[in-house]
């Protein structure tokens, strides 16, 4: 805690109005960051399986996450920093492929092939699967799955593979960010939270864990700095230098923020469908806590431009979008009805739990 408080000590501040350049490469993380999680809560609504975080999972989150973290920068510290990086930019790109195949081929069913019906019995219209088989089940590593696959998903992994050697030869900073896009995208998609105490508990353990890694050490930064694969979004400071330097933002301080607002999308869904309203679904938690995390990294920007300093962007993510879904609960009256709903994607009737 020592070393926290050390470091704010030792920050001096710049109230310089960013040049030209600089303003660009802000204003285009900003607008990178938040579209993903509008893209993805949208996506999180589909009635599909997906990974649901436990309180558990919650509370152990930040610890894992702490392992993994120190165990990368010893990595770095005392192995080959190229060798780590190959290893683990294909590995991250083969994920990114299928994520991205993932995302076209979602974004070309909806606009080549759109949906059929009305209103609640709106439905996506099927697409014939050009290949389909079975894969058999393999003890303690996956049970028996039927695998169809269509058109769009061929095609959306043809364009997937040609941004994976794009990127692999050039590591360029548009297909690094095309790639951090999409994980964020499929991220905020796939994985769910059921329950809005699990959302805060894990925002909060993860306002800690930023707070010290960022001021309490050098290793995020360090991390950050070596890492060469998609896992952050990046900008050159000048778009027109020789030799670019980057502004840039974790994929974690996206992803994580994400499913929490997707959370609450899911929340303005249940409301709706208890009105039993025939009107368009209002969605007053998703759209305030979305403005509340703009405005959040807008700060993380803002303090970091002043003090010339990397920013743990939870420390300000956190209470922004936390803190602007207790004021809306409480300003209509909702925060227990909130706090117990059990808001799982994979549940057609949303149960809400008893209290005593």
Known sequence: MEAVIESFKNLKMDLTIPDNGLLIAYI???????????????????????????MSDAYTFPIIGSVFLFGL???????????????LSYYFLLIG????????????????????????????????PLISFK??????????????????????FIIA???????????HWIANNIFGLTFSIQGISFISLSEYSVGVMLLVGLFFYDIFWVFGTDVMVTVAKSFDAPIKLLFPKDIFADVYQFSMLGLGD??????FIALLLRFDRHIHQESKSKGPMKKTYFNSTLIAYALGLFTTIFVMHTFKAAQPALLYLVPFCVGSSMIVSAFKGQFKKLLWSNLDPTDKTVQTKKTN
Request: hydrophobic share 45%; charged share 20%; aromatic share 14%.
């Open 97 to 128: 492929a299928f994520a991205m195949t993932n995302v076209l081929s979602s974004l070309f069913k909806y606009v080549l092939v759109g949906s059929s019906g009305n209103g609640k019995n709106k439905k996506q219209k099927e697409v014939k």
């Open 254 to 259: 996206i992803v994580l923020p994400g499913i």
């Open 135 to 156: 894969i058999p089940t393999i003890k303690f590593i996956t049970d028996a799955k039927d695998v169809k696959i269509d058109i769009y998903e061929i095609v959306s």
């Open 28 to 54: 285009s993380i900003w607008i990178m960051a938040i579209v993903p999680i509008y893209i993805g809560s949208f996506l999180s609504l589909k009635e599909t399986k997906s990974e649901s975080m436990s």
């Open 161 to 171: 593979a040609g941004f994976s050697l794009w990127y692999i030869k050039t590591k």
């Open 73 to 87: 920068y010893l990595c770095f510290k005392f192995f080959d920093k190229d060798l780590i990086n190959l290893i």
